[in-house]
């Protein structure tokens, strides 16, 4: 099992609406990730695989060389966006 923090800048708006979507990806699809969800101050702490957050928080992110997958959706609703990048970081964990 793998865990995916969801994260944005404050922690709320945003992300949570990502979060609640990204839920209903992986359990309609039964992908092995458990999420959670915190500001970008929870990013230090966490211990898991991958960050899932906007493009430009993913940028921002990458930056600092974090040991994460950072997965940046540019529509949080779009559950096939959603689908097609964690497709894509779950086979690239393997």
Do not use: W
């Not at 990502?18 to 999420?35: H, T, Y």
């Amino acid at each position: 099992m793998y865990k995916a923090l969801v994260a944005c800048r404050a922690g709320v708006g945003s992300s949570l609406m990502l979060k609640i979507k990204v839920i209903e990806v992986i359990k309609a699809n039964n992908f092995p990730i458990e999420v959670e969800h915190s500001s970008l101050d929870g990013v230090q702490g966490f211990g898991g695989q991958m960050i899932i957050t906007l493009p430009d928080v993913a940028e921002e992110l990458a930056q600092k060389n974090l040991p994460y997958k950072l997965i940046g959706i540019g529509n949080i609703v779009d559950k096939n966006e959603i689908k097609t990048k964690l497709e894509a970081v779950l086979a690239d964990l393997g």
